[in-house]
């Protein structure tokens, strides 16, 4: 890795905030040729070239199990890639077919929770750029805020509050490359309208329980306080993980067409005395119920996707 010299202002400064270090932890950033040659690992594992980018997170790699033709390229063997430390994240990219389409599918991502950088969360989907991806469809597991929202639901992400990015960790901070995206990137239509109209009505069809959305991303790794659920409801979320946005902040910056879904495997605890507490089990749990609903509605995105 090269290392990005002339912004030690910008270091000093995200230092100082003591929550948005623009490095990785070699005191290092990412830059093209970084994501180049992850990119040029994965070509030389298969001769497929994927157009379309899976993100599956806690309890959701399952899906990749099933490509036709697929190639496993562990994230271990990528240069640059982070690595998921997390129980549910099996840490594989999968490159495969899946309903005609060659989809790259990354089985678990990293957090910023685990100690990585905004920057190194998103490695993987400047390598997916550089691999001529231009769909990105990420998924999460989250906690239902929405009062109407159950165990097994699925929320189409129709926008999203990014509240470690409003105390200064977003991915995007730091220099621009011009050559990738803008450096001021527009997300009042972060998620594509015409994907969230497909999976509308294949959900419709096969009778689905989906609803559309706003997930409030927060960086974790504790559960909320029954405080910050209910400060969550009033500011307009109806979804809360620690996951996805700012990989959606990286994806439209390089131009990319994202869809989001969150499978709600709890409903989060607004009170203090309800007897309850979120675990992680329940969460990998839901996923049982969540990945065939999920599946019937990627699958179907897949077989027709929309142009
Ligand atoms: N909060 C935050 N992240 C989560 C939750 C939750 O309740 N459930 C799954 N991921």
Known sequence: MTVFSGHAAARDFSSALGVAKLENRSGELHQRQDYQ??????????????T????????????????????IVPYADIPGWPQATVHGHQGNLVVGELEGQIVAAQQG?????????????????????????HSVILTNAAGGVNPAYRVGDLMLLEDHI???????????????????????VGMAQAYDRHLRQRALEIARERNIPLHSGVYCGLSG?????????????????????????HEVLVARHAGMRVMACSGVT?????????NLETNHLEVLEAAEIIVP???????????NFPT
Request: glycine share 12%; net charge neutral.
């Open 293 to 303: 609903r999920l599946t019937t509605i990627l699958k179907g995105l897949l077989r």
């Open 52 to 71: 379309i980018g899976l993100v599956l997170g806690s309890g959701l790699g399952t899906l990749a199990d099933t490509l036709g033709r697929r190639t």
């Open 162 to 184: 990014n509240l470690p990015g409003m105390v200064g960790a977003n991915p995007l901070m730091g220099p621009n490359d011009d050559d990738m995206g803008e450096r001021f």
């Open 221 to 245: 790794p504790a559960f909320e306080t029954p405080a910050e659920i209910r400060m969550i409801r009033v500011l307009g979320g109806d979804t809360v993980g620690m996951s996805t946005v």
């Open 109 to 133: 991502r990293a957090h910023f929770y685990e100690g990585y950088t905004p920057q190194q969360v998103t490695f993987p989907i400047r390598v997916m750029k550089e691999l001529g991806i």
């Open 266 to 274: 709890n409903v989060a605890i607004d009170a203090v005395d309800s």
């Open 37 to 50: 040659r992850a990119a040029d690992l994965i070509r030389g594992r298969t001769d497929l070239q994927p």
